[in-house]
T-cell receptor
Framework: GAGVSQSPSNKVTEKGKDVELRCDPI?????LYWYRQRLGQGLEFLIY????????KSGLPSDRFSAERTGESVSTLTIQRTQQEDSAVYLC???????????FGSGTRLTVV | RKEVEQDPGPFNVPEGATVAFNCTYS??????FFWYRQDCRKEPKLLMS???SGNEDGRFTAQLNRASQYISLLIRDSKLSDSATYLCVVYILTGGGNKLTFGTGTQLKVEL
């Protein structure tokens, strides 16, 4: 596609429910990142994919968080048993070459009530 | 110490002013450097890469000092539309992979 697409754009969920966030990177982009941004805060690294492999998962805050990528394309971030502190904008970014700049999707705004 | 540090601001400047933002990074193995711009409730967008020799893009000039581990962004003749948060970003190749680390951003408000 022309840009990085994320869905849903907004998600309101009840505490304790599982949610799945989707990222469609720009076609051919091998590197893919997930970040989290809480209101008024900076970007917090979650996980990085090179192809379908995740060499760096160090930013995942707990075992409730997991992510996968298939076909060197779509990635999904799953949060199990959501908590109120999970409320944030979840941003996905992709790049053709890891040393170049990254293009971000418009994010998924997650609200846990 | 944070990996990437920026003055959060806000910097309130009149239209037409010149303003400079600074950023320091802690990992000397950092390889690439960028400035991103983030508008309120929007995703970050790449403003410019930062090269060792310094580089310019219109009213924007970026500088890198590897010895001091310091990056700067200069905006000349600032416009109202420049109001945003400017994020300093550092790319590090680690043993476990690659990491694009963001500073928390410097907020700029350009006023009439």
């Amino acid at each position: 596609g022309a840009g990085v697409s994320q869905s849903p754009s907004n998600k309101v969920t009840e505490k304790g429910k599982d949610v799945e966030l989707r990222c469609d990177p720009i076609s051919g982009h091998t590197a893919l990142y997930w970040y989290r941004q809480r209101l008024g805060q900076g970007l917090e690294f979650l996980i990085y994919f090179q192809g379908n492999s995740a060499p760096d998962k160090s930013g995942l805050p707990s075992d409730r968080f997991s992510a996968e990528r298939t076909g060197e394309s779509v990635s999904t971030l799953t949060i199990q048993r959501t908590q109120q502190e999970d409320s944030a904008v979840y941003l996905c970014a992709s790049s053709l070459r890891t040393v170049s700049g990254y293009t971000f999707g418009s994010g998924t705004r997650l609200t846990v009530v | 110490r944070k990996e990437v540090e920026q003055d959060p601001g806000p910097f309130n400047v009149p239209e037409g002013a010149t303003v400079a933002f600074n950023c320091t990074y802690s990992n000397s193995a950092s390889q690439s450097f960028f400035w991103y711009r983030q508008d309120c409730r929007k995703e970050p967008k790449l403003l410019m890469s930062v090269y060792s020799s310094g580089n310019e893009d219109g009213r924007f000039t970026a500088q890198l000092n590897r010895a001091s581990q310091y990056i700067s962004l200069l905006i000349r003749d600032s416009k109202l539309s420049d109001s945003a948060t400017y994020l300093c970003v550092v790319y590090i190749l680690t043993g476990g992979g690659n990491k694009l680390t963001f500073g928390t951003g410097t907020q700029l408000k350009v006023e009439l």
